[in-house]
């Protein structure tokens, strides 16, 4: 009886510390939703001051499969990635957690036409080949013919 009093008070305990805790809400932030912009319309917001080239899978390389990922950004008004969302890969995870990682670390200076710094939601398309990468034909089914 003493250690379930005990356990129920050190759970109260931490459940306080828990929600007492500050904490970021991405979700109540107001993006622009530039999903469906050129880029020339995202560059009126953003400009990508650093961009991280994601890892080339070892495996991949050595058998020259090529492949894509699409992934939706969150910018925040820090110029920096608030989240990351996967929207379709090929293959299917393969080239995901590199390029989630990659663009994690990207980092955009507010554009002279966003004095406010307003956060964006923007899509992002990273493709991996290589030279007599052999399958190609997959690829431009799956990823397009941009390079």
């Given at each position: ?120 939601l923007t899509i992002v398309d990273l493709s991996f080949k290589t030279s007599g990468s052999r399958n190609l034909k997959q690829w431009q089914q799956h990823c397009g013919t941009a390079s």
């Amino acid at each position: 009886m003493k250690l379930a009093l005990i356990l129920c008070a050190f759970a109260f305990a931490i459940s306080g510390c828990q929600s007492t805790s500050p904490q970021t809400n991405a979700a109540a932030t107001q993006y622009v939703d530039l999903t469906q912009a050129s880029s020339q319309e995202m560059a009126s917001y953003w400009v990508l001051k650093h961009r991280e080239e994601p890892r080339y899978p070892v495996e991949m390389a050595k058998n020259f499969e090529a492949g894509c990922v699409k992934l939706l950004l969150a910018i925040n008004a820090d110029g920096k990635v608030d989240y990351v969302k996967l929207l379709q890969s090929y293959p299917q995870d393969v080239f995901d957690f590199a390029s989630a990682e990659a663009v994690g670390k990207w980092r955009w200076t507010a554009a002279s036409s966003n004095p406010q710094h307003q956060p964006v939601l923007t899509i992002v398309d990273l493709s991996f080949k290589t030279s007599g990468s052999r399958n190609l034909k997959q690829w431009q089914q799956h990823c397009g013919t941009a390079s």
